[in-house]
């Protein structure tokens, strides 16, 4: 499976991984249709630590929170002391010039102690703590308004990849666990965050001016019926994105998912893998969906031109 230099370590669970005797209420239901338990999120993310720690652990995160599991829930980016002896912090300067800690986790165990106070999604930075002025990886993400069809969302996917192609550029597919998709993009981390941005929104604008019946390149609610926006502000200093193998907090407890570009053509909706099918596909995988990953991240952005 795809680890990174920085993160291998972290995928080896450590000794002393939470059990059941280090959670309150682990029988408390938080996905309600699923009939999903707290305790049963965090065997989940025990489960999987060697497929979500490589893009997870040593990034900024912003955590959703469910305390009465999901339907409230609320997202955190800053640290605090009562989120567990296993989650770190880290100072970033915000807008205002001023400085705060952020959080991270370099192990399962900060998962797990992040899933004790009833974190259910994970949504890290494109950046790593080392460096979070410069991305390594940026994200179009493809939600759809109202009449889109799934067949219209993978097809806008296979679109962005042959654009990206186009310029050398190799991509990779995510189900978002939601309605959507998500098309990732590995960088050296060479451009800053001003770059970063300007590239996906040019390449965003782009795709809306060559099919303006299909795509939009504005977040505005208005303009997105029956066509899919390009959410390129998440390649955003301080934005974040889910992350690969993250339960999203949504009735279906969908995941989001990890593909290959020849397994695409197969699904049928962004939370076509809930938690039990995630499970199933952590245990029998025998190759990375993301085969090629390691050698993507040494591509550069194009020159502004």
């Given amino acids: 499976m795809r680890t990174s230099t920085e993160s291998t370590a972290a995928v080896r669970p450590r000794r002393g991984v939470a059990?059941?005797?280090r959670f309150t209420s682990p029988d408390k239901i938080v996905f309600p249709e699923a009939g999903i338990t707290k305790q049963q999120v965090a065997d989940y993310y025990r489960a999987v630590c060697a497929q979500l720690l490589p893009e997870l652990a040593r990034r900024p995160l912003s955590v959703v929170r469910c305390p009465d599991?999901?339907?409230e829930c609320f997202f955190q980016k800053h640290h605090a002391s009562k989120l567990g002896a296993n989650v770190r912090a880290i100072p970033i300067r915000e807008k205002d010039g001023g400085k705060a800690d952020y959080l991270y986790v370099d192990d399962i165990d900060g998962v797990i102690d992040l899933v004790q106070m009833n974190v259910l999604e994970f949504h890290p930075w494109g950046a790593r703590i080392d460096d979070v002025e410069h991305p390594d990886r940026l994200v179009f993400d493809l939600d759809p308004g109202e009449g889109v069809t799934w067949k219209a969302i993978v097809a806008a996917a296979r679109d962005i990849r042959a654009r990206l192609s186009a310029m050398?550029?190799?991509?990779?597919?995510?189900?978002?666990?939601?309605?959507?998709?998500?098309?990732?993009?590995?960088?050296?981390?060479?451009?800053?965050?001003?770059?970063?941005?300007a590239f996906?929104?040019?390449f965003a604008d782009a795709m809306v001016e060559d099919a303006p019946d299909r795509y939009v390149a504005t977040a505005s609610k208005a303009k997105r019926g029956g066509v899919i926006f390009i959410d390129w502000l998440?390649?955003?200093r301080g934005a974040t994105s889910?992350?690969?193998?993250?339960?999203?907090?949504?009735?279906?407890a969908g995941v989001a998912m990890p593909l290959a570009w020849s397994?695409?053509?197969?699904?049928?909706?962004?939370?076509?893998?809930p938690l039990p099918r995630a499970l199933r596909r952590a245990r029998t995988l025998r190759r990375d969906p993301w085969d090629g990953w390691a050698k993507a991240t040494r591509q550069a952005l194009p020159a502004p031109r």
Avoid: M
């Fill in 19 to 21: 059990t059941a005797s």
């Fill in 69 to 71: 599991g999901i339907g």
């Fill in 168 to 197: 050398g550029l190799e991509s990779f597919p995510r189900l978002s666990g939601g309605k959507g998709l998500h098309v990732v993009l590995p960088v050296r981390p060479k451009a800053d965050w001003t770059q970063a941005k």
């Fill in 200 to 202: 996906c929104e040019a």
């Fill in 234 to 236: 998440r390649n955003s």
């Fill in 242 to 252: 889910v992350t690969s193998w993250s339960l999203r907090a949504r009735p279906q």
């Fill in 263 to 273: 397994e695409l053509g197969r699904t049928r909706s962004g939370h076509d893998y």
